[in-house]
């Protein structure tokens, strides 16, 4: 298994666990993707598939993405931004010092 993989599942699976404890608080939770793990096409479906087996909703999951990444093949960027966006997640660009929200 990808590291970048485990780091999403785990991070679904504990938030998942948090929420039920304290129901009454909604949790978001933001992880961080590399550039290698942002080029990877399989990328929406990995993340939707978390997202179905953790049950965590889609809109719960923050995306980060720096800056750099997304100016690396901007074409490309859009296409899997589009897709990301379609599952129901947000992302940002973080670049240091600032955090964008989409």
Same mark, same amino acid.
């Given at each position: 298994?990808?590291?970048? @993989?485990?780091?999403?599942?785990?991070?679904?699976?504990?938030?998942?666990?948090?929420?039920?404890?304290? !129901?009454?608080? !909604?949790?978001?939770?933001?992880?961080?993707?590399? +550039? +290698?793990?942002?080029?990877?096409?399989?990328?929406?479906?990995?993340?939707?598939?978390?997202?179905?087996?953790?049950?965590? !909703? +889609?809109?719960?999951?923050?995306?980060?993405?720096?800056?750099?990444?997304?100016? @690396?093949?901007? !074409?490309?960027?859009?296409?899997?931004?589009?897709?990301?966006?379609?599952?129901?997640? +947000?992302?940002?660009?973080?670049?240091?010092?600032?955090?964008?929200?989409?």
């Amino acid at each position: 298994m990808r590291i970048g @993989q485990w780091v999403i599942e785990e991070a679904c699976r504990k938030t998942i666990e948090f929420q039920r404890a304290r !129901p009454h608080f !909604p949790l978001t939770v933001c992880v961080n993707i590399s +550039a +290698a793990e942002f080029r990877q096409r399989d990328l929406p479906r990995r993340i939707a598939k978390v997202l179905e087996t953790t049950g965590l !909703p +889609a809109k719960q999951l923050h995306l980060e993405l720096t800056e750099s990444v997304l100016i @690396q093949d901007i !074409p490309s960027a859009l296409e899997m931004l589009g897709e990301l966006r379609e599952l129901g997640s +947000a992302w940002r660009s973080t670049t240091p010092g600032r955090v964008t929200r989409r």
